[in-house]
């Protein structure tokens, strides 16, 4: 039978790309930015004001104690974010170089690593030399493809550290404000349960959304949301009982 060579090498070039260019794991999308910074504010800032509201009945410390960690909390993840990202650009530059020092000093061995790789995926005989061969013909592609099929990394775009950034902190900032409106319009008192009900429905919701947009199942994704964040924060709750200022007169 006979086989187009020219059509197949094009086929295999088309290979190489998608797999040069294609992030099999990104590190980080808008949503989980946003899922990210949310769910964190949301958590940390409900622990701090239940402690708070728990040691004491005065609003006004509830509420400076909610905003001085809300704000200090979207600093802080918004720069977590951002260092993290760059940290991530730092380690993939580092492993690619790395690779091209392993393809000068042994590049059989690596070869060889690129011909397993897609002898895993199925291919054999000419199919896979062919494979090969066309991969290794350009050092940039074969480095490209030891990253995302050997490390599984693709390239980091350092701009997105300050996108990254952005993001989380704003989404901290509104998730850190939603366990805080109860006690604007509430007393401390009944403003606790209903602080805690809200920001569970919220984790729940956040969960449920994350599931379906992604994989899992929506209900037990937003249950479990729900169940972690709300005990986490009840851990602050916890804490502000034990230090409760005592009541004078």
Partial sequence: ?????????????????YHTHTDPHP???????IILGGQDGLVNVLGVILGVAAATSDP???LVAGLAATFAESVSMGAVAYTSTLADADYYESEKTREYRHLHLSPEVEREEIREIYRQKGFDGNLLDQIVDTIT??????????????????PVDRRQAVRSAGIVGV???VGSLIPLVPFIVL?????????????ALVLFLVGAYKARVTVGHPGKSGLEMAVIGTVSALIGY????????PTVG
């Fill in 27 to 33: 590190r980080s999308s808008s949503l989980s930015d």
């Fill in 137 to 154: 013909a350009n050092k940039d592609v074969w480095v490209k493809v030891m990253m995302a099929e050997e490390h599984q990394l693709s």
């Fill in 60 to 62: 006004r410390i509830v």
């Fill in 187 to 199: 007393p401390v008192a009944l403003g606790i349960p209903v602080s805690i009900v809200i920001s």
């Fill in 1 to 17: 039978m006979a086989v187009n060579l020219g059509s197949m090498n094009q086929h295999y070039d088309d290979q190489v790309i």
């Fill in 238 to 245: 916890a804490i502000g009982l034990l230090l409760k200022v």
């Fill in 171 to 173: 989404a901290a900032v």
